[in-house]
T-cell receptor, first 114, second 114 residues
Framework: DQQVKQNSPSLSVQEGRISILNCDYT??????FLWYKKYPAEGPTFLISISSIKDKNEDGRFTVFLNKSAKHLSLHIVPSQPGDSAVYFCAASGINFGNEKLTFGTGTRLTIIP | EAQVTQNPRYLITVTGKKLTVTCSQN?????MSWYRQDPGLGLRQIYYSMNVEVTDKGDVPEGYKVSRKEKRNFPLILESPSPNQTSLYFC?????????????FGSGTRLTVV
């Protein structure tokens, strides 16, 4: 049972435009959410996170939005750059599960078109 | 350079032949974790450790063992590998005082069991 879902396996966006990556979760006990970015032949790199007590967190060009009632989070990248082309994973954890249990989505491959 | 080092990067082995994938970090991190990445399934946690001699199961621990005798090392042991353990494996670590789950990942070990 996939508790964290990324329904779009791939996404193509023109350079300079906004990229929006989506993630849905089913377990209401999740209270902390993260996004990781992965280039080929490298390990994932932590990008940005958000606690369930917030609905938005911003870091430079990256903003994560959390809609708890819809069990949905999204990552916005503005403006998109060629170096943003990578696979993006969302992940979730819950304090009741133990601090180090992370559940990842299946990933979305983002391609930025120059 | 602060990093998580996994060895080997690539490994082809036969069913039933015991193997160990090593993981070492030079950041004095308390927390370490192992993940496997499979197509359509994202990253799934195998085992994690919150300190020396403290380990716990993740979501898919069957067929794997770990040990944490020293803070810097967290080897993954496959006592009797099977073809369904063919996967891309990642080791990760973080400081206990960092933002929760800001893990640093290694570059991965691609294992093929024939």
């Amino acid at each position: 049972d996939q508790q964290v879902k990324q329904n779009s396996p791939s996404l193509s966006v023109q350079e300079g435009r906004i990229s929006i990556l989506n993630c849905d979760y089913t377990n209401s006990m999740f209270d902390y959410f993260l996004w990781y970015k992965k280039y080929p032949a490298e390990g994932p790199t932590f990008l940005i996170s958000i606690s369930s007590i917030k609905d938005k967190n911003e870091d430079g060009r990256f903003t994560v939005f959390l809609n708890k009632s819809a069990k949905h989070l999204s990552l916005h990248i503005v403006p998109s750059q060629p170096g943003d082309s990578a696979v993006y994973f969302c992940a979730a954890s819950g304090i009741n599960f133990g601090n180090e249990k992370l559940t990842f989505g299946t990933g979305t491959r983002l391609t930025i078109i120059p | 350079e602060a990093q998580v080092t996994q060895n080997p990067r690539y490994l082809i082995t036969v069913t039933g032949k015991k193997l160990t994938v090593t993981c070492s970090q030079n950041m004095n991190h308390e927390y370490m974790s192992w993940y496997r990445q499979d197509p359509g399934l994202g990253l799934r946690q195998i085992y994690y450790s919150m300190n020396v001699e403290v380990t716990d199961k993740g979501d898919v621990p069957e067929g794997y063992k770990v040990s944490r005798k020293e803070k810097r090392n967290f080897p993954l042991i496959l006592e009797s590998p099977s073809p369904n353990q063919t996967s891309l494996y990642f080791c990760a670590s973080r400081n206990r005082w960092q933002s929760r789950h800001g893990y640093t990942f290694g570059s991965g070990t691609r294992l093929t069991v024939v």
